[in-house]
């Protein structure tokens, strides 16, 4: 018997030994390993960027594109008569399965010999143009009775979410330091190059310094002009990918992109300009590819599409930026189906808008992340925004307010049960803005007859504009990270904000502010 | 004379319990209650028959190497940033033996590592980051127990207080890195047995319990906070004195 116990114990330790030896190589497995550079931010004491002049004559000059005449008097009609959507237009989607014979007695309802053919399509959506002078709201209402027709809406106009402000204060890129963000880049680096953020938006100017022949309206004739244009110089071209101008064109969107607003600059600086160059100010993703889609028009764009039309004079008083849904639509399918990975929409209105929730939707489906702006509306009564509000509804779309420099909700961020989420927007009335490189704003000043967009400064903006692409830029980090799945995005930046307002989600922050390191980053066992 | 050695050791055996048999050397005992070979002198009655003394057994030195694995009470936490949620560790330590009969006192340090990965909590699952750590934890304990059996083969159970220094460190970023010390108690039982003149190798079995409270992080998720564990060790001692 002693015995026997005394094989039992050995065999014991031999097998605990075995236990031991074989475990060893499971606790020695190699986790891949994180470089750390010391990521420099550059000087934010440079105040003004210029890119170095090319002479006149060493430049070719080539016709840029503008939008077409009729589409031209639509944008002047709305700008006329302070309407939020284009008219003579409805946007509308036939339910799968209806044939032509079947739209062609959907659209009957609208009265008149009407032809299928008088639409333009692209994507399952169909613009029906209508030129009787019915107001687009009775029209889609009328089309929505239809049995073959899934939703019908006017071609909303929505807005950009910012508002330029001078700045008055030194540290520019507090919302950075605020973020953290020089330890997350620790960990990202400014994300990998194979992922494509796409900006919604008034474009982002991915020409070289050149010359492009446009008419315009000198202050006695329209006249030709060689318009200046340029990249700025805190992005490498390289890093554009596929620009395209959906304000021209829904189905056939030109190439060259030309911001003349400098909104769109100003997002897609925040997103991912170049950084640790030594030059102007930083950006969140600053490796990834940018595609920059122009789904806004300015009020430049105007002035050269009535010029071109043979329209005498200046777009009127008032006329600012505006977002066809039609084209934000057309933008943001365009980017599912070319690869995009994040969208960012700073851009929104007060009606629903099927059209673009569509399109979000399917966008997400395809494997894009989107962020987009809460509204800047809270002192002009707080309405319900769109689409942020679709933005709960989507797993992989985050609606984002702003919050100050004090992490309080900045005096205009929208609010409501749709917010997701909180990013730095500046707020004036605390005295910080988003500072971003963008168009020098006196070359694009609506007083002048000769603008140019090929000089670039520092510009502090504030806006939920400015807020999503903080969002939009950490989504990008995290999909440079593995992280490709849109609804894990979401909740990672979800999981990892930094709860502010009330505890837990709240109208006005929703889970909280982002957090680029901890969500980057993660957590240990204890910390 | 067989038979009269053996009655003695037997009735000092049953008096003293199985707790004397394994150390008592027979001879001793044998030494000391064996009869005269003379009877004494003449008495009026005979004398009751003396109770036997056991001597106590002698207070011993060891010291010890360890080597343990440990399968970590928190398994959802160590399961999600290791892959197992088991700690290998090795250590050693000092036992005084035979303080009061077959009670011994140990002292004992052992630690381990692992190699882990930060990571998030979402929805339940554990979304991985990549960012590697390390995971260290330095276990003191002090506490007791009771030997059963003999000098050559024994069993023992014991319990004591642990002191469980826990650490997480990150190359390059300093300010996560954690440091924090837990106390709590654990309860051993195993077997040694000698080997050669002077060494033991010994099994045991333990279970520790350390509360850490939830934290801030991914215990916190998982909703855990013991950072001890059940685990076998075995140990290789030397008997110093």
């Known amino acids: 018997m002693p015995q026997t116990r005394f094989m039992l114990a050995v065999s014991c330790t031999a097998l605990l030994s075995g236990a031991l030896v074989l475990a060893e190589p499971q606790f020695q497995r190699q986790v891949p390993t994180v470089r750390v550079p010391n990521i420099r931010v550059p000087s934010i004491a440079t105040p003004r960027v210029d890119v170095p002049t090319v002479p006149r004559g060493a ?149 070289p310094p050149q010359l492009l022949e446009v008419k315009t309206w000198d202050g006695a004739a329209i006249v030709t002009h060689q318009l200046q244009v340029g990249h700025s110089p805190d992005f490498t071209p390289g890093r554009f990918v596929l620009s395209r101008d959906f304000t021209i064109s829904t189905t056939a969107p030109p190439s060259n992109v030309i911001d003349t607003d400098g909104h769109g600059t100003h997002v897609g600086g925040t997103i991912g300009q170049d950084t640790n160059n030594g ?50 639509s ?31 939707r399917y966008a997400v489906s395809k494997g894009v992340f989107i962020a987009m702006s809460n509204g800047n509306d809270f002192e002009d009564g707080n309405p319900t925004k769109y689409p942020a509000s679709y933005g709960p509804t989507i797993d992989g779309a985050m609606a984002v307010a702003s919050v100050n420099r004090a992490l ?24 910080n803005t988003i500072w971003q490189t963008s168009i020098r704003s006196s070359d694009a000043s609506t007083a002048l007859f000769f603008p140019r967009f090929d000089r670039y400064d520092e510009r502090g903006f504030q806006g939920t504009s400015m807020a999503s692409p903080h969002v939009a830029g950490l989504a990008a980090l995290l999909m440079s990270r593995g992280h490709t799945d849109p609804a894990l995005v979401e909740a990672l930046i979800k999981e990892t904000a930094q709860d502010l307002g009330s505890p837990g989600q709240d109208d006005s922050f929703g889970h909280g502010m982002i957090q680029p390191f901890r969500a980057l980053f993660g957590r240990g066992v204890r910390r | 004379m067989r ?89 050693g330590g000092v036992e005084l033996e035979n303080l009061i009969r077959r009670l011994f006192v140990r002292l004992s340090i052992t630690a381990g590592a692992i190699n882990a990965e930060h990571g998030l909590v979402v929805d339940g699952s554990f979304v991985p980051t990549g960012v590697p750590f390390d ?59 000698r080997v050669a003149p002077k060494f033991f190798v010994g099994l045991e079995g333990f279970y520790r319990k350390v509360d850490a409270g939830e934290g801030t992080a991914l215990m916190r998720d998982f909703n855990e906070s013991d950072l001890g564990g059940a685990g076998a060790r075995i140990l290789f001692a030397f008997k110093v004195k």
């Open chain 1, 279 to 328: 030059l102007a100010l930083a950006g969140i993703a600053y490796n990834v590819r940018i595609m920059p889609l122009k789904a806004c028009r300015g009020y430049w764009d105007i002035q050269f599409a009535m010029s071109a039309a043979g329209t005498p004079g200046r777009p009127p008083a008032g006329t600012t930026t505006g977002c066809p849904s039609s084209a934000t």
């Open chain 1, 408 to 431: 309080g909700r900045s005096y205009y961020s929208s609010t409501g049960s749709w917010t997701e989420i909180a990013a730095p927007g500046g707020d004036s009335r605390q005295g």
């Open chain 1, 59 to 207: 430049m070719q000059s080539i016709a840029m594109p503008v939008m077409s005449a009729e589409l031209m008097q639509a944008h002047l009609e709305a700008s006329v008569r302070g309407l939020d959507y284009l008219p003579g237009r409805v946007l509308v989607k036939f339910k799968a399965g209806a044939g032509s014979a079947d739209q062609a007695r959907a659209l009957s309802v609208l009265g008149g010999d009407r032809a299928v053919s008088d639409v333009e399509r692209f994507g399952d959506l169909t613009i029906v143009k209508d030129s009787s002078g019915v107001d687009p709201r009775e029209l889609a209402a009328r089309l929505r009775q239809q049995p073959e027709i899934e939703y019908a809406q006017p071609d909303y106009l929505l807005e950009l979410h910012s508002t330029p402000n001078d700045p008055s204060y030194a540290a520019r890129q507090w919302n950075l330091s605020l973020l953290n963000m020089p330890r997350a880049w620790d960990i990202a680096q400014g994300g990998a190059t194979d992922i494509i953020v796409a900006v919604v938006d008034t474009g982002i100017t991915m020409l």
């Open chain 2, 3 to 91: 038979a009269s050695l053996a009655i003695p050791v037997v009735l000092a055996v049953l008096a003293v319990g199985p707790a004397a048999q394994a150390q008592q050397p027979v001879t001793h005992v044998a030494a000391s209650v064996v009869p005269q070979t003379k009877p004494a002198a003449p008495q009026t009655k005979p004398a009751a028959p003396q109770k036997p003394k056991t001597p106590p057994p002698r207070r011993g030195l060891r010291v010890f190497g360890a080597a343990e694995i440990e399968y970590l009470t928190a398994t959802d936490t160590f399961d999600a940033v290791s892959d197992l949620p088991v700690l290998i560790g090795y250590g």
């Open chain 2, 135 to 193: 995971i260290g934890m330095r276990t003191v304990e002090f506490g007791g127990g009771w030997r059963f059996g003999r000098a050559t083969k024994s069993f023992y159970a014991g319990a004591g207080l642990t002191l469980r220094k826990f650490t997480e460190k990150t190359d390059g970023f300093p300010e996560e890195d954690v440091a924090e010390s837990h106390n709590g108690y654990y309860a051993n039982a195993g077997f040694d047995f």
């Open chain 1, 330 to 360: 057309a933008a943001i399918r365009f980017a599912a189906d070319n690869g995009a990975r994040v969208l960012n929409y700073s851009i929104g209105g007060d009606s629903p808008n099927p059209v673009v929730l569509d399109a979000m």
